[in-house]
């Protein structure tokens, strides 16, 4: 069984920055992609970014130039720096991670319960 758990989420200005974390436990033998997915009250979930084991970065639209994924493949860890926030960005991260759990097995997608993001003055 794979466990992500996330922290860093909580209240912050427009304008400010928060660091979102996500470390991965459990029965892991590899973690291909990791990467943050978002949602916000009455919209559909939406990637936020993801990285791939050699450190290759993807970013939705509306974060790219003011968020920043990184990994600590040793920890099996993911990390989100939030810049310059919005109001809009304002919804529930939730973390996510391609695990494979022996040599022969696939990898298979786990999610983390969510952390809330709320922007606000």
């Known amino acids: 069984q794979v466990h992500l758990k996330e922290s860093g989420g909580g209240l912050v200005q427009p304008g400010g920055s928060l660091t979102l974390s996500c470390t991965a436990s459990?029965?892991?033998?590899?973690?291909?992609?990791m990467g943050w997915d978002r949602q916000a009250p009455g919209k559909e979930r939406e990637l936020v970014a993801s990285?791939?084991?050699?450190?290759?970065?993807t970013y939705g639209d509306s974060v790219q130039g003011r968020f920043i994924i990184s990994r600590d493949n040793a920890k099996n860890a993911v990390y989100l720096q939030m810049n310059s926030l919005k109001s809009e960005d304002t919804a529930v991260f939730f973390c996510?991670?391609?695990?494979?759990?022996?040599?022969?097995?696939?990898?298979?997608?786990?999610w983390g319960q969510g952390t809330q993001v709320a922007v606000s003055s």
């Open positions: 459990g029965s892991i033998f590899n973690i291909g992609v």
């Open positions: 996510n991670a391609d695990v494979k759990d022996s040599l022969y097995s696939t990898y298979q997608v786990h």
């Open positions: 990285i791939t084991s050699r450190g290759v970065t």
